[in-house]
């Protein structure tokens, strides 16, 4: 079996490979003449979010049976093309989970606690105490757009920081929410009701654009939005006005319609926290990611066993 490794994965990733005798991984590293050309022998390709599977690509690997995308989202993946051609794409969902969660919460009290504007002054020697009084976390309502492995996570961790709960989902089964003290709402409400309001659906005809002019329009003045899901579910024009008029009271975005970002209308706005797509970035993640996809892409080949396909 030939493995292609076209990003950078966790050291036990190569090991679970490692492990079957007579498999060729090729690391990123490695490949020198391009993927395309790696991928004319390989039976696996395993990508993380920078690789673009495309038809184009995937044109170039005949015998390419399975991808593993280290990860949840598979929207750099042609999946249309990839069933074409017979092959399965299989992603991680859950391994990252807990460090969504984590930095969505973090994202939260940074912006009500104005923590990153805290550390400028204190780095410019500035002892602005008097601008730095902030708002909690309690008593707020936080509206969970997505209430999948991410979303559950972030509501548990919400909760014990008391807020209200409220969540959009139409296909979670409505005794997981209660399970989770989230009350199911129409989208409509969550924007109208929510203090703080995080993403975590993924990218579909009908979650792209869903921040937008008319949906902030009705949103509760001074709302805070997260988004650690993907950037093309908000029209960034939309948003910009909003922060700039005060309707949006802040925005913490890790993720954007183009990555990496290079020139955006969100340099420079006070109130808009950036981070470079790290909502999944933590050892723990990638670790559990790393084997998970290695593990899966192993007995797909080995076994023919399908899993998160
Ligand atoms: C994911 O889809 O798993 C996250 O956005 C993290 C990533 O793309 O690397």
């Given at each position: 079996?030939?493995?292609?490794?076209?990003?950078?994965?966790?050291?036990?990733?190569?090991?679970?490979?490692?492990?079957?005798?007579?498999?060729?991984?090729?690391?990123?590293?490695?490949?020198?003449?391009?993927?395309?050309?790696?991928?004319?022998?390989?039976?696996?390709?395993?990508?993380?979010?920078?690789?673009?599977a495309d038809a184009a690509l995937l044109s170039h690997a005949p015998k390419l049976r399975v991808i593993g995308r280290a990860g949840v989202g598979v929207d750099n993946i042609d999946?249309?093309?990839?069933?074409?051609?017979?092959?399965?794409?299989?992603?991680?969902?859950?391994?990252?989970?807990?460090?969504?969660?984590?930095?969505?919460?973090?994202?939260?009290?940074?912006?009500?606690?104005?923590?990153?504007?805290?550390?400028?002054?204190?780095?410019?020697?500035?002892?602005?105490?008097?601008?730095?009084?902030?708002?909690?976390?309690?008593?707020?309502?936080?509206?969970?757009?997505?209430?999948?492995?991410?979303?559950?996570?972030?509501?548990?961790?919400?909760?014990?920081?008391?807020?209200?709960?409220?969540?959009?989902?139409?296909?979670?089964?409505?005794?997981?929410?209660?399970?989770?003290?989230?009350?199911?709402?129409?989208?409509?409400?969550?924007?109208?009701?929510?203090?703080?309001?995080?993403l975590h659906v993924g990218l579909t005809t009908q979650t792209e654009g869903l921040i937008n002019a008319h949906s902030i329009g009705i949103m509760k003045q001074g709302i805070r939005i997260i988004n650690c899901a993907r950037g093309e579910l908000i029209v960034d024009?939309?948003?910009?006005?909003?922060?700039?008029?005060?309707?949006?009271?802040?925005?913490?975005?890790?993720?954007?319609?183009?990555?990496?970002?290079?020139?955006?209308?969100?340099?420079?706005?006070?109130?808009?926290?950036?981070?470079?797509?790290?909502?999944?970035?933590?050892?723990?993640?990638?670790?559990?990611?790393?084997?998970?996809?290695?593990?899966?892409?192993?007995?797909?080949?080995?076994?023919?066993?399908?899993?998160?396909?």
């Open positions: 079996m030939k493995i292609v490794l076209a990003e950078k994965v966790s050291p036990a990733t190569l090991a679970v490979f490692q492990k079957e005798p007579g498999w060729q991984i090729v690391s990123p590293d490695q490949i020198k003449n391009g993927l395309a050309a790696e991928l004319a022998d390989a039976d696996a390709l395993v990508v993380r979010s920078a690789v673009q999946t249309d093309a990839a069933t074409h051609q017979g092959i399965v794409v299989m992603n991680t969902p859950g391994a990252n989970a807990v460090a969504v969660a984590e930095l969505t919460l973090g994202l939260m009290i940074s912006m009500g606690r104005s923590i990153p504007r805290a550390n400028n002054t204190m780095h410019a020697g500035k002892w602005d105490k008097k601008t730095l009084q902030g708002s909690e976390l309690r008593g707020k309502t936080l509206g969970i757009v997505g209430l999948g492995r991410i979303g559950l996570e972030v509501a548990r961790r919400a909760h014990a920081f008391g807020m209200t709960l409220i969540g959009y989902d139409p296909f979670i089964a409505p005794v997981v929410a209660r399970e989770n003290d989230v009350t199911l709402v129409s989208i409509d409400e969550i924007f109208k009701q929510s203090d703080y309001l995080t024009e939309a948003l910009v006005e909003g922060l700039k008029s005060g309707k949006v009271a802040g925005a913490a975005l890790d993720v954007f319609r183009q990555e990496p970002l290079k020139e955006s209308a969100y340099y420079g706005l006070d109130n808009v926290l950036l981070s470079p797509h790290i909502a999944g970035a933590t050892d723990e993640a990638q670790e559990a990611i790393g084997i998970q996809v290695a593990m899966q892409v192993r007995d797909y080949l080995k076994l023919g066993v399908v899993q998160n396909a």
